[in-house]
């Protein structure tokens, strides 16, 4: 029993550890625009350039239920390695923007072996308290995602190669700990073959479909946000001269703050049911998306940040919760590709919140335009406010 408990701290560090290299790109995205005649799109590029990889893969990663029929420790160490050599391919000195879009692509892909398998190994080793257990490991991601712009806000005088090859190293360790540290869990159902039949009817479930839902909206707002919170920092700080910010620590602070959140709703979820702390948590951060357009217009700087840093917790706080009700609505032998898939549609749909905000950023001045954010926790809403049988 306390070889099981000590399992979870180190899915954890292990996930932490690679989901370092999503936003690896984005914490160096002024270097990499200098370095290798970029334009100021690219940030929507790269990004959404993450997010396609790393739909593909889950489909992939679906398709041939990976995760279900091979050891998830196993799956989780090859992605981890290959992930960091694409992610190392950014130090490459003849890069081109569609060289550099092909290595966050690739990047991405391997990252479906990383934090949907993460939370299958979890699922594995935790059946009671898994809104919990899950709690943790979404809260490893988002620090892991946040993590790059600390490292940037912290070696101003570093090049800024450190932070590729930190996050690229991290997440060599990540896989080796998991493989040697984490085997194969006391409730895993092996698969033993590919079923797609599974990956086609996993949504004729009421209750795993009104979860996806929720987690459909809460992606909606999710990436977009993380994406854009440096511009919206750097669009505040220029409308306010007076303020003197560290843009990358800053954004650390509000991207990170969110893996407390996620910890904190895990624990709430246990006490209050995992539905109902979902459902207020998405009407929350639906909030902070229709009140966005009032943001900028505040003086105080601290009352900016505190708000900023709301959003940061709420935006993300569901998401282990939308997990934990998938996962539980699922059979267990198909558990991992459920899980792949919902993740899978997820991704696919930040592309497009992503891809809307960064037109509407160069079409117009407004910031009133993070309130297309809102579209997502509303529908989000109406799908876990239905009637439903159990979930």
């Known amino acids: 029993m306390n070889r099981i408990k000590a399992i979870l701290p180190i899915i954890v560090v292990a996930q932490f550890c690679c989901t370092s290299?999503?936003?690896?790109?984005?914490?160096?995205?002024?270097?990499?625009?200098s370095n290798f005649g970029l334009t100021a799109s690219a940030v929507g590029q790269l990004t959404s350039a993450v997010q396609f990889g790393f739909i593909l893969g889950t489909l992939v990663f679906a398709l041939l239920a990976i995760a279900d029929r091979f050891s998830p420790s196993k799956v989780f160490l090859i992605c981890a390695l290959l992930g960091a050599a694409f992610n190392t391919g950014i130090l490459w000195e003849v890069n081109t923007l569609i060289t550099i879009i092909s290595i966050r692509f690739l990047t991405g892909f391997f990252l479906a072996g990383i934090y949907p398998v993460g939370m299958k190994i979890a699922a594995d080793y935790f059946e009671k308290g898994l809104?919990?257990?899950?709690?943790?490991?979404?809260?490893?991601?988002?620090?892991?995602?946040?993590?790059?712009?600390?490292?940037?806000?912290?070696?101003?005088?570093?090049?800024?190669?450190?932070?590729?090859?930190?996050t690229s190293s991290l997440a060599v360790l990540g896989g080796l700990m998991m493989l040697i540290l984490v085997p194969d869990g006391p409730y895993r159902k092996q698969s033993h073959g590919i079923r797609l039949?599974?990956?086609?009817?996993?949504?004729?479930?009421?209750?795993l479909r009104a979860a996806a839902f929720g987690y459909f909206g809460?992606?909606?707002?999710?990436?977009?946000?993380?994406?854009?919170?440096?511009?919206?920092?750097?669009?505040?700080?220029?409308?306010?001269?007076?303020?003197?910010?560290?843009?990358?620590?800053?954004?650390?602070?509000?991207?990170?703050?969110?893996?407390?959140?996620?910890?904190?709703?895990?624990?709430?979820?246990?006490?209050f049911g995992t539905k109902r702390i979902a459902f207020i948590i998405l009407s929350l951060s639906c909030v902070c998306c229709l009140g966005s357009p009032f943001l900028f217009t505040i003086k105080s700087e601290g009352i900016f940040i505190a708000f900023m840093l709301f959003w940061g917790m709420t935006v993300v706080a569901d998401s282990p919760l939308f997990s934990t009700l998938v996962a539980q609505n699922a059979a267990a032998e198909i558990k991992g590709t459920a899980l792949t898939i919902v993740n899978s549609i997820g991704f696919a749909i930040t592309i497009i919140s992503i891809q809307l905000i960064s037109s509407l950023k160069t079409s117009t001045d407004s910031n009133s335009i993070y309130i297309c954010l809102a579209i997502g926790p509303i529908f989000g809403l109406l799908a876990l406010a239905k009637k439903q049988n159990s979930i």
């Not at 919990?132 to 912290?154: E, I, N, Q, Y």
């Open 197 to 207: 039949s599974a990956f086609f009817g996993i949504f004729r479930n009421q209750n």
């Open 218 to 271: 809460h992606m909606w707002e999710l990436y977009a946000f993380w994406a854009f919170t440096p511009l919206m920092l750097k669009t505040y700080s220029d409308l306010h001269p007076e303020t003197n910010s560290n843009i990358p620590v800053l954004s650390f602070l509000i991207i990170g703050i969110g893996g407390l959140a996620c910890m904190l709703s895990g624990y709430l979820s246990e006490k």
């Open 21 to 33: 290299l999503w936003f690896a790109s984005n914490a160096v995205m002024s270097d990499l625009v």
């Open 131 to 166: 809104g919990k257990s899950l709690g943790f490991l979404v809260g490893a991601l988002v620090l892991g995602t946040a993590f790059p712009h600390l490292l940037k806000g912290m070696t101003n005088a570093i090049p800024w190669e450190s932070v590729i090859i930190t």
